[in-house]
Nanobody, 120 residues
Framework: QVQLVESGGGLVQAGESLRLSCAAS????????IAWHRQAPGKERDLVAQ????????YYADSVKGRFTISRDNAKNAAYLQMNSLRPDDTAVYYC?????????????WGQGTQVTVSS
């Protein structure tokens, strides 16, 4: 089992930045990817960015390319999402998720989420 705890959300104005953190504990050796998803009120949960745990390969949704950066620190069992040039439509609950090493898609572990609110 892997436990994920997000932190760093908050209320900011448009154009400002936030850095989200995801602390992983438990069987972290069994992770092969970590991702950030977000869910706005009344909308589906969408993938924002993903990073592979060992190689560090990244993926970004088109809506955040050039503004958000995902990273991980294997020694600290942590992942981060640096969010710059925030817009009101970035407002959502942001979730950290991890994929087991024996899987090639989907996510098996989820955090509880952290609220990000961007005012105009």
């Amino acid at each position: 089992q892997v436990q994920l705890v997000e932190s760093g959300g908050g209320l900011v104005q448009a154009g400002e930045s936030l850095r989200l953190s995801c602390a992983a504990s438990g069987s972290t050796f069994n992770i092969n990817a970590i991702a950030w998803h977000r869910q706005a009120p009344g909308k589906e949960r969408d993938l924002v960015a993903q990073i592979t745990w060992h190689a560090g390969r990244t993926y970004y949704a088109d809506s955040v390319k050039g503004r958000f950066t995902i990273s991980r620190d294997n020694a600290k069992n942590a992942a981060y999402l640096q969010m710059n040039s925030l817009r009101p439509d970035d407002t959502a609950v942001y979730y950290c998720a991890a994929r087991r090493a024996d899987r090639s898609y989907g996510y098996d572990y989820w955090g509880q989420g952290t609220q990000v609110t961007v005012s105009s």
